[in-house]
């Protein structure tokens, strides 16, 4: 089973993801964050496989976050998911220790398997 952190400022986004994923039988959300500082904490106490992370999040945005969590050398992989698909941001997200960046409006298999690619080896495609 695949755990899962997902982190998003936007409720409405945690819940669709949230369906998304329990759609998957390998897959668990087994908490939520609204900013990174939450994510931080959560992924301390919850050591979840794969966190979702958006980038712009007030408190602490998540590349700040990505950044804390590679630091503390958290085993969890990280994949951005954004609505900022640009050059720039990937190479941020990838800087802060990302595994995959995911576009919101990409493919929701796109997502699946950028999940389970980093949950099995930490790392996939930037």
């Known amino acids: 089973m695949i755990t899962l952190l997902l982190v998003d400022d936007q409720p409405a986004v945690r819940a669709g993801l949230k369906l998304r ?10 908490g939520e964050a ?5 994510a931080i904490t959560l992924a301390q106490q919850l050591q979840p496989d794969v966190i979702l992370m958006d980038l712009h999040m007030p408190t602490l945005d998540g590349l700040t ?25 990937r190479v941020q997200a990838k800087a802060a220790g990302a595994a995959a960046f995911v576009p919101k409006q990409g493919n929701p298999e ?7 690619v980093a ?7 930037l």
């Open 21 to 30: 994923l329990a759609l998957e039988a390998d897959m668990q959300v087994v």
């Open 34 to 38: 609204a900013n990174g500082r939450d």
């Open 65 to 89: 976050a990505a950044a804390a969590l590679r630091a503390q050398s958290s085993r969890s992989a990280i994949i951005v998911l954004t609505m900022q698909d640009t050059a720039t941001c």
């Open 110 to 116: 796109m997502l699946i398997t950028a999940i389970r």
């Open 119 to 125: 949950a099995m080896s930490g790392v996939t495609h």
